[in-house]
């Protein structure tokens, strides 16, 4: 075997590695919201602000290694749609942490691709089959498992995830198309660029507190494991494809359960494993229709 096939016999371990690794630093970063906010009385806005103005602050010089270039774009208006999706769905995502358990809030943030599903069909009219029709609802019965709102003890700050998922869904979609012209780099400069002003200004709004001690730490760490975990998300994508690397990608579910254990002492309720037993196994489902589609359209290319 050569140098270069012994590399590249190396690729699906190292996406998969990386993968877990993203899942592991966004748990970590959960937890040190959590924290932050629900033991340490920071302000949801406040803490949003923080953890993405330092993820700026460390990914802007790398960007702009490439020059102000980097910054060139015919598409001003797709990138403000989204930081402006983004804004509200980071927000929510941080209120609910503020709010409710790590394990609830992961798995129903995980209904997030069936409402991009929903999307493509609406805006972007992308056939959507009855297989991935079927993920759908059952994604979302799911989440209503977990949500149990038919109980007395149901409160309404658990649905802030499932919000923050359909909006993360939206930016996802546009991210899709702007993606078509624009290269990667420069859209998550573009993101964390018009997101840091926005997020000050809601910051201010909300009493705008500068954190201290414990706060501001718990705060640093999330900031530079946000641009961990998105770094490490990015390599996993450039070393497989999708359909390899995606499976591994539902370990944030036990990653971020065992940081809440282990930092709050969390632990799940008895609703929480079917419904996200449901979730998991919908998500899937569509990554399989998907690698069907996929492997249709290769064969397709091949005999034309």
């Known amino acids: 075997m050569t140098a270069l096939n012994a590399k590249s016999s190396h690729k699906p371990l190292l996406a998969a590695l990386a993968m877990i ?12 919201l959590q ?18 103005a330092l993820g700026l602050l460390v990914a802007l010089p790398w960007v702009l290694r490439r020059g102000l270039t980097a910054l060139r774009t015919r598409q001003i208006g797709w990138h403000l749609l989204r930081a402006a999706l983004a804004v509200i769905g980071i927000q929510m995502w941080v209120a609910g942490l503020a709010r409710v358990e790590i394990w609830q809030a992961i798995a129903l943030v995980m209904t997030s691709p069936f409402f991009v599903i929903i999307g493509a069909k609406l805006f ?18 799911g989440g209503m498992i977990i949500l149990e709102p038919w109980k007395d003890v149901f409160q309404w700050g658990a649905v802030l995830p499932v919000a923050a998922a359909a909006f993360w869904a939206g930016t996802s979609l546009v991210t899709k198309k702007l993606t078509q012209t624009e290269q990667a780099d420069s859209i998550t400069v573009y993101l964390l660029l018009l997101l840091t002003p926005v997020n000050a ?3 201010l709004g909300d009493g705008g507190i500068v954190p201290s001690g414990l706060a501001l730490w718990l705060l640093v760490a999330a900031g530079l494991l946000t641009v961990l975990a998105n770094f490490l998300l990015t390599l996993a994508y450039q070393q497989a494809d999708a359909a390899f690397v995606q499976p591994f990608d539902h370990l944030k579910l036990p990653l971020n359960i065992a940081v809440g254990f282990l930092a709050f002492g ?12 449901v979730i ?7 990554m399989m229709d998907e690698q069907k589609k996929s492997a249709r359209q290769s064969a397709a290319a091949v005999r034309g």
């Open 201 to 203: 200004v809601l910051a």
């Open 35 to 52: 924290a932050s906010t629900m033991q340490l009385g920071v302000p949801s806005t406040s803490a949003a602000f923080w953890q993405y």
């Open 21 to 32: 690794g993203a899942g592991a630093s966004f748990a970590l970063v959960n937890g040190a």
């Open 124 to 141: 972007f009219r992308e056939r959507v089959g009855p297989v991935r029709w079927l993920a759908t609802v059952a994604g979302f019965t």
């Open 280 to 286: 998991v196994g919908a998500s899937l489902l569509v």
């Open 266 to 277: 969390f632990a799940p309720s008895g609703a929480f494993w079917p419904g996200a037993l």
